[in-house]
């Protein structure tokens, strides 16, 4: 039986920070995401990877409670609002 890691509750600014760098330095696009998303202890809740549209959303929360979706945008890993 594999033990999964606890999944926090919430992120803060810096752990989105953090992932974003980690996208922006190992994901390029729809294969990439794909690797990214098995190999990473961050969980995620859904995940678009297409020719036109890529991002994800993760299943924790930001610290006010908001959902945290990721998007890749011109080639630049960042947080949609």
Do not use: C, F
């Amino acid at each position: 039986m594999q033990n999964d890691p606890p999944r926090p509750s919430a992120y803060s600014s810096a752990d989105i920070a953090a992932i974003l760098a980690d996208l922006q330095a190992t994901v390029s696009g729809a294969t990439s995401l794909e690797r990214w998303t098995k190999s990473s202890t961050v969980p995620v809740d859904r995940v678009v990877a297409g020719a036109d549209l890529t991002y994800l959303r993760l299943t924790a929360h930001d610290a006010e409670g908001s959902p945290i979706v990721l998007m890749l945008r011109e080639r630049v890993w960042q947080r949609a609002i």
